[in-house]
């Protein structure tokens, strides 16, 4: 049973245009969220969180959105450029654990 | 380079040999974790130290996997009597908080 869902398997884009990557959870318990990015070959790069408390988070380029009532989560990419172009992983943490659950990923390709 | 790093980062090994990977942290980072990844998968949870203290392993996690954090530095992950199934991604990642940072991985191919 997936707690973290990617339901996108990947997203098209073009250069300059804004990327919005959507995530979605089931476990009421978790409180932190995070996304991160990964290059092929490469180990996942941490990119942004948000604590449950807050409802957006924002750094340069990338906004993450939450919406607990809804159990969902969004990352924002504006504008999106080709070194864009990686897999987003969704992750959430459960209150008091320091341990995250993954999502699948979205395959993201900004296209020049 | 203060990164995480990972040894070896290809590995390829016969069925039922025993493989052993290590891993090292970012030095001023406390907890450290192991991942196994698949194609279409994120990363799947292995286990999981505070200092050298394993705290965590996952329920999924055979009993010929096992983890070392001697001294609370680096780690060893051991694979014994490998099978075609253990062949994936292996990450390692430690975090002074909820932000991990991972390494490059180690990738195992059992043949």
């Known amino acids: 049973d997936q707690q973290v869902k990617q339901n996108s398997p990947s997203l098209s884009v073009q250069e300059g245009r804004i990327s919005i990557l959507n995530c979605d959870y089931t476990?009421?318990?978790?409180?932190?969220f995070l996304w991160y990015k990964k290059y092929p070959a490469e180990g996942p790069t941490f990119l942004i969180s948000i604590s449950s408390i807050k409802d957006k988070n924002e750094d340069g380029r990338f906004t993450v959105f939450l919406n607990k009532s809804a159990k969902h989560l969004s990352l924002h990419i504006v504008p999106s450029q080709p070194g864009d172009s990686a897999v987003y992983f969704c992750a959430a943490s459960a209150i008091g654990s320091y341990i995250p659950t993954f999502g699948r990923g979205t395959s993201l390709i900004v296209h020049p | 380079d203060t990164g995480v790093s990972q040894d070896p980062r290809h590995k390829i090994t016969k069925r039922g040999q025993n493989v052993t990977f290590r891993c090292d942290p970012i030095s001023e980072h406390n907890r450290l974790y192991w991942y196994r990844q698949t194609l279409g998968q994120g990363p799947e949870f292995l286990t999981y130290f505070q200092n050298e203290a394993q705290l965590e392993k996952s329920r999924l996690l055979s009993d010929r996997f096992s983890a070392e954090r001697p001294k609370g530095s680096f780690s060893t992950l051991e694979i014994q009597r490998t099978e075609q199934g253990d062949s994936a991604m292996y990450l390692c990642?430690?975090?002074?908080?909820?932000?991990?940072?991972f390494g490059p991985g180690t990738r195992l191919t059992v043949t």
């Open positions: 476990n009421s318990m978790f409180d932190y």
């Open positions: 990642a430690s975090s002074p908080g909820y932000e991990q940072y």
